[in-house]
């Protein structure tokens, strides 16, 4: 983990600007066996020190890639220059952002390298499991990948602190071949925040997950394709998650409201049913620890949850101390950065619809002839709010039970308009946090939902 040597560079922040200064480092790790063959086994580390000054809401920046108490100095330095230059050249009078609540965050997780050979081994554990049981998949593939931030982050008249985010994931991929020949695939992830022997010290925990992971496989195989069209359906959790972050969390980023997004003009107004409300979790979500907890951003704010839509309305956006300014809000620390050279921007953290009362069971018999759409392939939505998502496991509904797996298809739709159709909302909710935001630069994030009965577009043959 980093060491501290940046809090006494405090000295050198100049009177009458805002100062943050910080200390990061990068660290990731991957292994990938492909039917049981080391196809990739690589890692990689960056480190360095970033500094922004802000002089009447004109900022000055500046990075050095290395980690010395030198580099500290310089960066302040020059981040000071360049803020004071554009300040005295600017049109205009500007403002200073209001201070903040100071206080000191400590790391929460120790950053734990496992042995390469440790993490090889386990790999190939899993793959023999999938080898040995299911020999009639014509491909298997086991991903083990890691990545970590550890900052330190000192500033002037917001809070400080030292912060670490570790995560890893196993991820398994079974492939079969389709009845017209072409193949099928599904994939599991699993672990979450922290480091190997949190989560793969033992896993057996994964071999049922895993098994019922080829039972939807070779219902895949057997799969037929959608009827094309608007229809009644139930989204899984994962998708309600992918929609969460996709087609509404973007759209409710300040900085992207600024640049028109759909959630301008709809402040205060409905956008979804009363039985939807979003919230942008910081570090914990319904009683427990968030997927990927976030304590301090990147300008020292200290994270608080952020509701964005409540019982249906639109309530609020994301925002760093700059936006938040400008619309009247109080920041809660979206603002971040994906290495020791990116500027923070705004960022989703762990962004949820929230789980209402109903029992999918229920939601399925209630419907007579949709669909149940359970996990996303991948997704991208425009600032209208307009989406568009891969379905990679689905199941038709057929007289309120469930019948054949679906073929790969794509739903779409405006997520303004096809919340408003949400009438059932089951009680449990599932997370993903295996993947990355690439709003601009990388960001892990967390996304979530519970199954939500809507009207929805989907494609066919």
């Known amino acids: 983990m980093l060491k501290d040597i940046i809090t006494a560079k405090k000295v050198c922040f100049a009177d009458g600007v805002?100062?943050?200064?910080?200390?990061?480092?990068?660290?990731?790790?991957?292994?990938v066996l492909l039917k049981g063959n080391l196809v990739r086994?690589?890692?990689?580390?960056?480190?360095?020190?970033?500094?922004?000054?802000?002089?009447n809401g004109r900022y000055g920046f500046a990075s050095a890639a290395s980690y010395t108490e030198a580099d500290a100095e310089a960066v302040v330095r020059a981040a000071t220059e360049n803020a004071l230059f554009l300040d005295a050249r600017?049109?205009?009078?500007?403002?200073?952002?209001?201070?903040?609540?100071?206080?000191?965050?400590?790391?929460?997780?120790?950053?734990?390298?496992?042995?390469?050979?440790?993490?090889?081994?386990?790999?190939?554990?899993?793959?023999?499991?999938?080898?040995?049981?299911y020999p009639d998949l014509v491909s298997r593939t086991v991903?083990?990948?890691?990545?970590?931030?550890?900052?330190?982050?000192?500033?002037?008249?917001?809070?400080?602190?030292?912060?670490?985010y570790p995560r890893c994931y196993i991820y398994v991929m079974l492939t079969?071949?389709?009845?017209?020949?072409?193949?099928?695939e599904l994939f599991k992830a699993f672990g979450g925040a922290g480091s190997f022997e949190d989560h793969f010290a033992d896993t057996?925990?994964?071999?049922?997950?895993?098994?019922?992971l080829y039972t939807r496989v070779r219902d895949k195989v057997?799969?037929?394709?959608?009827?094309?069209?608007?229809?009644?359906?139930?989204?899984?959790?994962?998708?309600?998650?992918?929609?969460?972050?996709?087609?509404?969390?973007?759209?409710?980023?300040?900085?992207?409201?600024?640049?028109?997004?759909?959630?301008?003009?709809?402040?205060?107004?409905?956008?979804?049913?009363?039985?939807?409300?979003?919230?942008?979790?910081?570090?914990?979500?319904?009683?427990?620890?968030?997927?990927?907890?976030?304590?301090?951003?990147?300008?020292?704010?200290?994270?608080?949850?952020?509701?964005?839509?409540?019982?249906?309305?639109?309530?609020?956006?994301?925002?760093s101390r700059e936006t938040a300014q400008l619309f009247g809000m109080t920041p809660a620390g979206n603002a971040r950065a994906w290495t020791f050279s990116d500027e923070p921007i705004i960022r989703m953290r762990n962004t949820a619809i929230h789980p209402g009362k109903d029992k999918l069971e229920d939601m399925i018999a209630s419907i007579d002839d949709g669909y149940y759409l359970i996990e996303s392939s991948n997704g991208q939505a425009d600032?209208?709010?307009?989406?568009?998502?891969?379905?990679?496991?689905?199941?038709?509904?057929?007289?309120?039970?469930?019948?054949?797996?679906?073929?790969?298809?794509?739903?779409?739709g405006i997520a303004f308009e096809m919340l408003k159709t949400v009438d059932m909302v089951s009680d449990n909710v599932t997370w993903s946090s295996s993947g990355f935001c690439g709003k601009k630069q990388p960001m892990p994030v967390g996304m979530a939902g519970p199954e939500m009965r809507c009207r929805i577009s989907i494609g066919g043959r």
């Open 18 to 31: 805002q100062t943050v200064l910080r200390g990061h480092e990068n660290r990731s790790r991957q292994v």
């Open 41 to 55: 086994n690589d890692s990689s580390e960056s480190r360095g020190i970033s500094a922004r000054v802000t002089k």
């Open 90 to 133: 600017a049109q205009g009078a500007g403002r200073s952002y209001p201070a903040l609540a100071n206080g000191s965050v400590k790391p929460r997780r120790e950053i734990r390298d496992a042995q390469q050979k440790r993490i090889i081994d386990t790999c190939h554990e899993i793959d023999a499991y999938v080898e040995k049981t």
């Open 143 to 164: 991903v083990y990948t890691e990545d970590s931030q550890d900052k330190i982050i000192v500033t002037s008249d917001a809070a400080c602190g030292h912060v670490t």
């Open 176 to 184: 079969a071949m389709g009845k017209n020949g072409a193949p099928v």
């Open 204 to 212: 057996a925990y994964m071999y049922p997950e895993i098994d019922s």
């Open 222 to 319: 057997e799969g037929v394709y959608a009827e094309a069209g608007v229809k009644t359906v139930i989204l899984g959790g994962m998708m309600g998650g992918m929609l969460a972050h996709e087609a509404v969390g973007h759209t409710v980023e300040a900085d992207l409201v600024i640049g028109g997004s759909v959630a301008g003009p709809n402040l205060n107004k409905r956008v979804a049913s009363e039985l939807v409300t979003l919230t942008d979790y910081a570090s914990t979500a319904f009683g427990r620890e968030a997927p990927l907890p976030v304590y301090l951003d990147d300008e020292g704010t200290l994270a608080q949850d952020v509701t964005l839509i409540k019982d249906g309305i639109l309530t609020g956006y994301m925002n």
């Open 383 to 412: 600032l209208t709010g307009e989406f568009m998502f891969g379905v990679s496991l689905g199941y038709e509904i057929k007289h309120g039970r469930l019948g054949k797996a679906l073929l790969d298809t794509t739903v779409s």
